[in-house]
């Protein structure tokens, strides 16, 4: 795990990767105090960061449609946030 590792710069794929490893490491409770509760803070700061980009990636996302008339447009998706 590379803690000191910018994570603006990380894919989705890459923190979504290393917050897995994080949330392993943190169930075989192998690690001591200190050790789990930095890896627990870079666990939530992945977690913002995935969520932030899933959120960028719905607001891009259009829906395609077609009127009775067969014209095609495209409007937001509408995903619901829960």
Request: charged residues 35%; glycine residues 6%; negative net charge.
């Amino acid at each position: 795990m590379t803690k000191t590792a910018n994570a603006d710069n990380l894919s989705f794929e890459e923190a979504l990767s290393e917050l897995e490893k994080i949330v392993r490491q943190l169930e075989s409770g192998g690690a001591d105090l200190k050790s789990s509760i930095d890896s627990y803070e870079r666990g939530m700061m992945l977690k913002k960061l995935c969520e932030s980009k899933l959120k960028e990636a719905q607001a891009k996302i259009e829906k395609i449609t077609i009127s009775a008339d067969g014209k095609v447009t495209t409007e937001n998706f509408g995903v619901s946030e829960s």
